[in-house]
């Protein structure tokens, strides 16, 4: 009788361990999961509000991606420091799309230069493409995403997560989702 209770009592223990700890899979969240925009990088259909904004915590293969900007990437931001980041055109129909990183806002203050990473995974959290570390220069960065070259699949969803750092470390970090819609 107390072995059936004992193992009563860990079943829930065992369910609550997360199986996104051995196998992680990114959720896209309700609805198409992407933000879309056109070839000018203007909104043209649904938004998902998680995308292309701030996250506060990350998980640990979120963590994992950006190991070498050695920073508490779960510590404090700065989001007076940083604008906005989008990929256009979302869905992409070309092979190719367009990551820009808007200029940090005049007269934020900060501790000097902004440096911006960028990692492309899969919905396994399996990096599909790596941009930087950069300099975010005060004009902004615009960085072409080659999915083609990346083997991204046709009309997959996958996750871009960003960093922005300077010498002080975490300055922001958030997440968009794209699609490649090959032709």
Request: one cysteine or more; aromatic letters at 8%; proline letters at 8%.
């Amino acid at each position: 009788m107390r072995r059936r209770l004992l193992s009563l009592l860990l079943l829930p223990t065992l369910w609550s361990c997360s199986t996104s700890d051995t196998n992680p899979i990114v959720d896209f969240g309700e609805g198409e999961g992407i933000t879309y925009r056109d070839g000018n990088n203007f909104p043209v259909g649904p938004r998902d509000n998680s995308d292309w904004t701030t996250d506060d915590t990350w998980n640990k293969p979120e963590r994992a991606l950006f190991a070498d900007a050695n920073v508490d990437l779960n510590g404090p931001q700065r989001t007076a420091l940083f604008l906005e980041t989008t990929v256009y055109p979302n869905p992409a129909q070309g092979g190719q799309a367009n990551w820009a990183v808007l200029p940090p806002r005049s007269g934020a203050g900060g501790s000097g230069p902004l440096t911006v990473r960028a990692v492309l995974v899969n919905r396994q959290y399996e990096p599909m493409l790596h941009i930087g570390p950069l300099p975010l220069p005060a004009t902004g960065l615009t960085s072409t995403l080659n999915y083609l070259g990346a083997g991204l699949s046709r009309r997959e969803l996958y996750r871009l997560y960003y960093v922005v750092t300077d010498a002080n470390g975490l300055v922001y970090k958030g997440h968009g989702d794209v699609r490649h819609d090959a032709q």
